[in-house]
């Protein structure tokens, strides 16, 4: 009775175990899901301008579309953040890969807002389930390396998704339907490999009482979240702004002669030196690292803003790169820290409460940043307004890390 309970909980299990994936595979797999569906939620931003040329809608509206994919992430997050804790990862992984690549295929189709509000919507649902699943799957297989991952691949996905999309639009023919295609056909196999995958989590019952949304962390983390929150909270919101009004802002700066490519950059530069931080810094404590991560985007938003009202490109960019490293150093001493604490049976709900966070501090600014905008009608005043506000969450997530 064990071993057929056991075959049908873990479809892999059946399996030859030549056929099944090593875990070091099965590693790069879940590392590159994480990667692949942030690419693909970064893919989209280079094209909002022409979106908005085409569909005549407000720049409201852009950060809307921005902020839709993070408010289903929440959701999903929410509702399905510890489902795998209970049915497995790769039930969870395979469903959320065929969800990406269906909103791929809406992205491709689209001929108004509502289709890309929709694409959006299914992108973040299937992404908030895939990321706290990939993130918990990482860490069942090797706690010190998933740590790692779990801080590099979102930022690198950030940076190659943009970036990407940018040179398609520049160099390839048909790049509208040509970038979502590709990262489309990548979910699909990235579905088709997770079968090959062996279980790594304790089917368990109460999987329907799971999708019931309950913010709960263990009483040994909370307090250790709590201090950690500024810095996670900075650090998100600092990304949601550079994926929403980032190319614009970039754009302006140069008296609007940018190309997509240009304004692609922004956002490129802030997770590719975030992604090249954690790699430089993954020996530090995690204390050091949010010490770090707090000083460097204290010097980086202060020079970006400086470089906003003295209208210099090349300087805003160095700023960008100088908050990256604190983006990058500060979510992986924020994400260091909880992980060090959490049991396995916890780990999907733990960080499903850690991206929630997160999400939050991505999204929600960032549609008031666009709202401001519209209202405004000055990019640069919302920037001063934007950057004070990170100034001073990084500045109690210093203070929080000294006193730790």
């Known amino acids: 009775m064990t071993n057929a309970r056991t075959s049908l909980s873990h479809p892999a299990a059946v399996l030859p175990a030549a056929r099944r994936l090593s875990p070091n595979a099965a590693f790069l797999l879940q590392a590159s899901i994480t990667l692949g569906f942030l690419a693909g939620s970064s893919a989209p931003t280079p094209f909002y301008a022409i979106y908005q040329r085409a569909w005549g809608f407000s720049s409201t509206m852009l950060t809307v579309a ?21 049915v497995g990862r790769r039930p969870v992984l395979i469903g ?11 992205f491709a ?30 860490l069942d297989i090797d706690k010190s390396r998933g740590a790692l991952a779990n801080s590099l691949a979102p930022m ?6 943009g970036l990407a999309a940018g040179l398609m639009i520049r160099y390839l023919p048909a790049p509208m339907h040509l970038v979502y295609a590709v990262l489309g056909v990548v979910f699909v196999a990235q579905a088709a490999l997770v079968y090959f995958m062996a279980e790594t989590a304790a089917v368990k019952g109460g999987a329907l009482a ?23 909270v900075s650090v998100w919101a600092l990304a949601g702004f550079y994926a929403s009004l980032g190319p614009t802002l970039l754009i302006g700066l140069t008296g609007g002669a940018g190309s997509v490519i240009l304004g692609s ?23 050091a690292l949010l010490r770090l991560g707090a000083s460097a985007l204290l010097v980086g938003m202060s020079t970006a803003m400086a470089a906003v009202a003295l209208r210099m490109p090349a300087l ?29 049976q916890e780990r999907a709900g733990v960080l499903a409460v850690l991206f929630v966070i997160s ?12 709202y401001d905008v519209a209202h405004q009608g000055d990019i640069a005043r919302t920037a001063y307004e934007f950057g004070s506000g990170v100034i001073l969450l990084s500045a109690l997530a210093f203070f929080g890390a000294v006193r730790r």
């Open 210 to 232: 799971s999708l019931r949304p309950r913010m709960s962390v263990p009483v040994g983390v909370r307090g250790p979240l709590l201090r950690v929150t500024p810095a996670l």
């Open 156 to 161: 690198m996905g950030t940076a190659v998704g």
């Open 109 to 138: 189709n689209a001929d108004g807002l509502s289709d890309l509000l929709l694409a959006r919507v299914v992108q973040g649902v299937s992404a908030g389930v895939a990321i706290a699943t990939a993130g918990a799957g990482l």
């Open 96 to 106: 959320a890969a065929l969800a990406q690549a269906a909103s791929m295929v809406i």
């Open 265 to 287: 950059s922004a956002l490129f530069v802030l997770a590719g030196s975030g992604a090249l931080s954690v790699l430089a810094t993954r020996a530090l404590e995690p204390h």
């Open 359 to 370: 999400y939050l501090a991505m999204g929600l600014p960032a549609m008031i940043a666009g």
């Open 316 to 344: 805003f960019l160095l700023g960008t790169a100088l908050a990256g490293v604190g983006f990058g150093t500060g979510f992986q001493g924020a994400l260091r820290t909880i992980v060090a604490l959490i049991q396995p």
């Open 66 to 86: 921005f902020g839709v994919y993070a408010i289903a992430v929440l959701l999903a997050l929410l509702f399905g953040g510890r489902l795998s804790d209970h």
